[in-house]
């Protein structure tokens, strides 16, 4: 189970953790959230990586998380996957997300653990890359909670308007009833047509 060892060992405060959600998925937002526990509240027990925990567990703890922590969550947007590709779209999720902690924070945190071996280019404070660290540190793994219910409710709300795809329960990613919906529909604006199977799908519809 992830600790607060990493965020002790930084050494200064407050350190706070950074995920993201939704780089495979094939349509959609990918979304980022930056976490501080608060020392002040007790950290809701059981968190821990957002995959390794159903869908009700995720909105339980993050409903404790957002009530018990400092959050901040921050997003890139389709076009600007498609433009700049999907890893540089996420580090700016993530600079949006520390952006809008900052304010809940009124200060920038001391120190950023991020999942992964790339850091976003912040500005505010340093990084460090914790590989595994959803699964390591309990800030990480609370900010991919976050993340993942975020997101898991855009695409939810998204499916209201384009119910043809399984969104609420796919999330975008490329499941075989989405790709079959995508055959029969074609694209929608919120699908990335930089990925592979819309980019095939774009194509033939142009031929």
């Given at each position: 189970m992830?600790?607060l060892?990493?965020?002790?060992a930084?050494g200064v405060?407050?350190?706070?953790?950074?995920?993201?959600?939704g780089?495979?998925?094939?349509?959609?937002?990918?979304v980022?959230?930056?976490?501080?526990?608060?020392?002040g509240k007790p950290?809701p027990?059981?968190?821990?990586?957002?995959k390794?925990?159903?869908?009700a567990?995720?909105e339980?703890l993050?409903?404790?998380?957002?009530a018990?922590?400092?959050?901040g969550?921050?997003?890139?947007?389709?076009?600007?996957i498609?433009?700049?590709n999907i890893?540089?779209?996420s580090l700016?999720?993530?600079?949006?997300?520390?952006?809008?902690l900052?304010?809940?924070?009124g200060?920038?945190?001391a120190?950023?653990?991020v999942?992964?071996?790339?850091?976003?280019?912040?500005?505010v404070c340093?990084?460090r890359t914790?590989?595994?660290?959803d699964?390591?540190?309990?800030?990480?793994?609370?900010?991919?909670i976050?993340?993942?219910?975020?997101?898991?409710?855009?695409?939810?709300?998204?499916?209201r308007e384009?119910?043809?795809y399984g969104?609420?329960?796919?999330?975008?990613?490329?499941t075989?009833e989405?790709l079959?919906?995508?055959?029969?529909?074609?694209p929608?604006?919120?699908?990335r047509?930089?990925?592979?199977p819309?980019?095939?799908l774009s194509?033939?519809?142009?031929?």
């Amino acid at each position: 189970m992830p600790s607060l060892k990493l965020e002790r060992a930084c050494g200064v405060v407050p350190v706070c953790g950074i995920d993201e959600a939704g780089r495979g998925p094939l349509a959609g937002p990918v979304v980022a959230a930056a976490v501080v526990l608060d020392p002040g509240k007790p950290v809701p027990r059981g968190i821990d990586d957002s995959k390794k925990l159903d869908r009700a567990t995720r909105e339980a703890l993050a409903a404790k998380i957002q009530a018990r922590a400092f959050v901040g969550v921050g997003q890139a947007s389709v076009a600007e996957i498609d433009r700049f590709n999907i890893l540089r779209a996420s580090l700016l999720a993530m600079c949006r997300a520390v952006e809008q902690l900052t304010q809940v924070l009124g200060r920038a945190p001391a120190m950023a653990l991020v999942d992964g071996n790339i850091a976003p280019p912040l500005d505010v404070c340093p990084v460090r890359t914790v590989v595994g660290g959803d699964a390591l540190s309990l800030s990480i793994a609370a900010a991919s909670i976050v993340a993942k219910v975020t997101r898991d409710r855009l695409m939810t709300a998204l499916a209201r308007e384009h119910p043809h795809y399984g969104w609420e329960h796919n999330a975008g990613y490329g499941t075989q009833e989405h790709l079959a919906a995508l055959g029969r529909h074609g694209p929608t604006p919120y699908h990335r047509s930089s990925f592979r199977p819309v980019a095939q799908l774009s194509l033939i519809g142009e031929t």
